[in-house]
């Protein structure tokens, strides 16, 4: 039986479940009942068998998942780098106005892929962090562009058979660590761990994202696919975290308040266009009191203006209606020097409700418009105004980093549940490191926990040498925002979708109980699919799923070349089990 099908058992699933509960019900009565007879030892003895009792027929009342045995073939060689939702091969049927044609254009159903990607010809395994952070395999990520048309500005170069990150960048021409020196003595928050979430827009290869990792700041670096080939594959090879995206007509899939600092090194985002969507984008989320730093153009225009094939009428109009434009959304220039610029997010209720007013642009949101939807989000040319429900969660009264981690959000729903959530994953992570040992080794880089709740997988593993993509499904309940709230980072993403990733960018791939959530939405053999084009040749998959998807999931995941191995869960719990993958090395048999 597919696993799509399983779902026209479900009539039979709730008449079980009926039964079940009719069954916990009568062995309640039955041992208040016993209670009444035996000492306390005994009646725990009782409600051990209670428990098993229900458990038994909780497995015998639910059929598996039957599937087939099936093998993939590999995809066409030319699909090596296929990123199914931002290929380019698509580009001419949408619209050039903003760069819509660049975002997320998913195929259709009869459209999507049913094979394994292949690596390039002369794939080899990664280079491991840290020494990953300067270099690179060329095979790897075999792409020139960059190194051609930026080698007068350093960003990458090529030796042999190796690409070497320099540090170089278009504003940093004394490397990316001057660079950052100077950012830090213009915002000291830099230094004493109040900033720990940063969203670099345009990173370029990531080098800014790859040095903060060393400040103890976590970057998410955000690219298209467009003609500078790889920006995002090129971080992610290097350990860097990123992801695709670009600010055109729709929201960034972040929720509000999220990052305490924004960045842009002459990423040529028109921000003053459109009635400043974008920079409106900026504005949503970025944490209050948090910061938004520009270098490039418009900033020190009265000396760099030549360089920039424009006037300098033109620049200081440009600048001026920057200035103008941040003003009207409760930004404050907080600090400036050279070619970097810094401004700072109002949390300070007085300057919103000057912006309420009639005919004022741009205008507050009004209450339709949900600040924290980030997934297919129309952008909207209005301010989101801070929840004073949520004011401690301002970047100047939020618990500084590390203790962050483990301190109840604000905007948590639940003190217990949070803190219950925090101690499960120290014991599962326990557990995980003993059915394999490689997490916490330089073997494990990049991590994607797929359907997080808190974050709690990610901040388990925060000592190890790994970061960790926290995913929340967006048909989830929304807990995105104390992910990061905790200094860890994450997206929105709906699975029955392909990632917006390149292809062998992931270290390991966690997954709780994804299959049974939302297999009556997605098709599972195509969820299995993103997941093995995603995963790096000898990466992980760890599945913890209920019993009855596990021997289905280990079928098709034999069909992709994965080998697996079913253990019990850390408490023995019949109804769930651990699977445990790794995709194997191989080589297409065709020639790109």
């Known amino acids: 039986m597919e696993l799509k099908d399983y779902n026209q058992g479900r009539l039979h699933d709730q008449i079980s479940k009926v039964v079940t509960v009719g069954i916990i019900l009568v062995l309640w009565h039955f041992s208040f009942y016993l209670g009444g007879l035996f000492c306390s030892m005994k009646y725990e003895f009782v409600i051990k068998e209670i428990v098993k009792s229900v458990e038994s027929s909780e497995m015998n009342l639910s059929p598996s998942v039957q599937v087939e045995s099936v093998s993939f073939p590999q995809c066409s060689a030319n699909l090596q780098d296929y990123t199914p939702c931002t290929d380019p091969k698509r580009w001419k049927k949408y619209g050039k106005q903003r760069l819509t044609f660049m975002e997320r254009h998913c195929p259709p159903a009869f459209d999507r892929k049913e094979c394994l990607v292949p690596p390039p010809d002369g794939y080899k395994e990664p280079i491991r962090w840290p020494e990953s952070k300067n270099e690179c395999w060329y095979r790897n990520v075999p792409y020139d562009w960059i190194n051609k048309q930026k080698s007068n500005q350093h960003w990458l170069r090529k030796e042999g058979e190796k690409f070497y990150f320099p540090g170089g960048g278009t504003m940093f021409p004394d490397g990316v660590g001057a660079y950052v020196n100077l950012m830090q003595n213009l915002i000291p928050g830099m230094k004493d761990r109040t900033i720990r979430t940063a969203i670099d827009t345009g990173c370029g290869v990531a080098s800014w994202g790859g040095d903060l990792l060393d400040r103890g700041i976590l970057t998410v670096s955000l690219a298209p696919r467009d003609n500078h080939e790889a920006q995002v594959q090129f971080a992610l090879e290097r350990g860097i975290p990123a992801i695709l995206g670009i600010l055109s007509t729709h929201r960034l899939p972040f929720p509000s308040s999220s990052f305490d600092m924004a960045h842009c090194s002459r990423c040529l985002i028109p921000w003053t266009e459109f009635g400043g969507v974008y920079l409106l984008e900026v504005h949503r989320i970025l944490r209050p009191g948090g910061f938004w730093v520009l270098s490039g153009p418009p900033i020190n225009y009265e000396k760099q203006w030549r360089g920039w094939d424009t006037t300098i009428e033109e620049q200081k109009t440009n600048h001026e209606k920057l200035q103008a434009l941040l003003t009207s959304m409760c930004f404050k220039l907080y600090n400036k020097k050279d070619d970097i610029a810094v401004w700072q997010k109002s949390s300070n209720q007085s300057c919103y409700k000057q912006l309420d007013t009639p005919n004022n642009y741009p205008p507050i949101c009004d209450d339709s418009i949900e600040p924290d939807s980030g997934w297919y989000t129309p952008l909207r040319p209005c301010v989101n105004v801070p929840d004073q429900k949520y004011k401690k969660s301002s970047l100047q009264l939020i618990t500084k980093w590390p203790k962050r981690l483990h301190a109840t959000p604000k905007r948590v729903a639940s003190d217990g549940a949070f803190k219950q959530d925090d101690n499960k994953w120290k014991i599962r992570v326990n557990y995980y490191k003993k059915l394999l040992p490689d997490i916490g080794t330089d073997k494990i880089r990049n991590v994607m926990d797929m359907n997080t709740v808190y974050g709690g997988l990610a901040a388990a593993l925060v000592e190890d040498p790994l970061w960790v993509m926290n995913v929340v499904s967006s048909y989830a309940p929304n807990t995105l925002p104390v992910v990061f709230d905790r200094g860890l980072i994450g997206t929105f ?8 990733t390149y292809p062998r960018t992931y270290d390991l791939l966690h997954v709780d109980g994804l299959f049974t959530t939302a297999s009556h939405r997605c098709d599972m053999k195509y969820v299995l699919l993103e ?43 019949e109804t769930e089990k651990v699977l445990i993958c790794r995709k194997k090395l191989w080589y297409s048999q065709q020639s790109a």
């Open 493 to 500: 993403h709906d699975w029955c979708e392909a990632f917006s």
């Open 531 to 573: 997941m093995d084009r995603i995963l790096r040749p000898k990466g992980y998959a760890i599945i913890r799923e209920s019993s009855n998807f596990v021997e289905a999931i280990a079928t098709i995941a034999k069909g992709m070349k994965w080998d697996c191995f079913k253990e019990a869960t850390e408490y023995n719990i």
